[in-house]
């Protein structure tokens, strides 16, 4: 029985327990108590309670509220087509968001919950997000970096990095495999430094040849010119092959130091907030997954470019045994980034913006919703070890 259930109960006998004698009120305080599965003295109290409100102050008292449930639903919707992140990387883009939903005539909610929900700070984002997001269990991937022999011949950076233009990123290989043994399919990741743009492409295995030609697909698709790769010790990276190929294409080549891998922080960090937040730890052992996994990457690249926010760490206090980041105090997309850096030529930027106004994140979120259920289903119908979903 519900709460309101039994206050329902309660008010129907509370006036004639009010005016009853000793033995009347014992009468009720036992039937009350028999259908409410309540303790004799609790329903005492309850009856008590009642006779002391007042009934011209029924109304909850307080300031009202100013974010009712249609700006909760209408900051849901926003939130889903952002990709479900924090309320910090949300806030800066909800008034695009709208923009953009009712540009494409999408956006369901009134005008009165549209502006509360632009004019909402963003500690009332943050709070209202939290509700949202779910428990997640946190997973480990496996590493599969098998240091080269001609390491020595790629010179190490350790950084800075902050004074590095757009066309310097960080390369990673991720396994889609929960063992190391047999063939599966890898995602090439590059994230470049200074606008966090990510461009993930999937290979079969980690073949020199697979690694060189990904690398060739980040070049075209970088809205600028690619400049200087960095990545770990991996034998995918340091070899003949790949040190020719960048030598050829005037891409500086520079690698981590081995056992550091703070080194590659920037791709790291993509590695999880992209690669494993939409694909996940699922093994794909099968060659059809590759396409499959590249469809996804074609609509997650623009929507991760134009739509999702990033905030920037801009340094660290050691308190005691602890560190103090801090971050900037907005965050901004990596379109937002390149239109903002001098360094970006003023042609690759109008292109960028002409490409904006055609796209809308919730359409991109389902269409990579739609692209990862395929995906599984290939996994499903040729892998060797087949998903139960």
């Known amino acids: 029985m519900t709460m309101a259930t039994k206050k329902e109960i309660f008010k129907e006998h509370l006036a004639e327990y009010l005016q009853a004698g000793k033995d009347r009120k014992s009468e009720l305080l036992n039937a009350v108590c028999t259908v409410t599965s309540m303790h004799r003295k609790a329903a005492v109290r309850k009856f008590r309670v009642l006779q002391r409100r007042d009934p011209l102050r029924e109304v909850k008292r ?12 209408a900051l849901r919707d926003v939130w889903d087509a952002g990709n ?43 709070r209202r997000v939290g509700a ?17 022999l001609l390491k020595q011949i790629v010179p190490v950076f350790s950084g800075p990095w902050s004074d590095k233009p757009p066309g310097f990123g960080q390369v990673d290989t991720v396994l889609h495999s929960d063992s190391l043994a047999g063939d599966f399919v890898y995602t090439l990741n590059y994230t470049d430094v200074a606008t966090f743009a990510v461009i993930p492409r999937a290979q079969w295995n980690k073949g020199q040849t697979a690694t060189q030609e990904g690398m060739a697909h980040i070049q075209r698709h970088l809205p600028f010119p690619l400049h200087g790769m960095h990545p770990d010790t991996g034998s995918e990276f340091i070899n003949r092959f790949v040190i020719d190929w960048c030598k050829k294409e005037n891409i500086e080549l520079s690698r981590s130091r081995p056992g550091h891998k703070n080194d590659n922080m920037y791709v790291e960090e993509r590695n999880g907030h992209v690669v494993r937040k939409f694909i996940g ?32 760490s801009t340094g660290r206090e050691k308190l005691g045994a602890k560190y103090r980041r801090s971050y900037e105090k907005r965050a901004k997309t990596p379109y937002q980034r390149i239109l903002e850096h001098h360094a970006v030529s003023e042609t690759g930027k109008e292109k960028l913006r002409q490409e904006h106004q055609k796209l809308n994140p919730l359409l991109h979120k389902r269409e990579i919703e739609k692209r990862i259920a395929a995906l599984y289903a290939v996994q499903k119908r040729y892998g060797a070890h087949r998903l139960d979903l």
């Open 62 to 73: 307080g300031r009202s509220e100013l974010y009712t449930p249609d700006v909760t639903a």
């Open 84 to 126: 479900e992140v924090c309320g910090e990387l949300l806030h800066p883009m909800i008034a695009e968001y709208v923009h953009t939903l009712q540009r494409d005539k999408l956006w369901k909610h009134g005008s009165g919950a549209t502006k509360k929900l632009i004019a909402m700070s963003e500690a009332t984002v943050k």
């Open 132 to 148: 949202f997001i779910k428990i997640r269990t946190k997973r480990y991937g496996l590493s599969a970096t098998r240091p080269s």
């Open 281 to 312: 730890y699922v093994r794909l052992d099968c060659i059809e997954a590759v396409d499959a996994l590249n469809a996804v990457y074609d609509v997650l690249t623009p929507y991760l470019l134009h739509f999702i926010a990033v905030r920037r």
